[in-house]
């Protein structure tokens, strides 16, 4: 069974910089992609960012250079390195792989900006 598991969220001030962690489990190569997306209360997820394979990606437009995602396949792991953060960057973050039988989601990881 897949399973994504996030790491790295906490508080930031404005400005700050994050960098999220999502460790897979299993073969990163068989999923046809991954990403992030956020979520606010009471609001649907948002898109953020995401990546087809090493050196494909795209982002949301409000990401406006300031995220990038990347990968480690050494550790089965991938990224969200996350810089000029502002207050409205303030969601959960949840990683995602799109795998052969459907998507797969992490449990999330909290993102606070504030001073």
């Known amino acids: 069974q897949v399973q994504l598991v996030e790491s790295g969220g906490g508080l930031v001030q404005p400005g700050g910089s994050l960098k999220l962690s999502c460790t897979v489990s299993?073969?990163?190569?068989?999923?046809?992609?991954m990403g992030w997306y956020r979520q606010t209360p009471g609001n649907e997820r948002e898109w953020v960012a995401m990546?087809?394979?090493?050196?494909?990606?795209n982002y949301a437009d409000f990401v406006n250079g300031r995220f990038t995602i990347s990968r480690d396949n050494a550790k089965n792991t991938m990224y969200l390195q996350m810089h000029s953060l502002k207050p409205e960057d303030t969601a959960v973050y949840y990683c995602?792989?799109?795998?052969?039988?459907?998507?797969?989601w992490g449990q999330g990881t909290q993102v606070t900006v504030s001073s």
């Open positions: 995602y792989a799109n795998g052969i039988t459907g998507r797969h």
């Open positions: 299993g073969n990163m190569f068989s999923f046809l992609g």
């Open positions: 990546m087809t394979h090493p050196g494909s990606t």
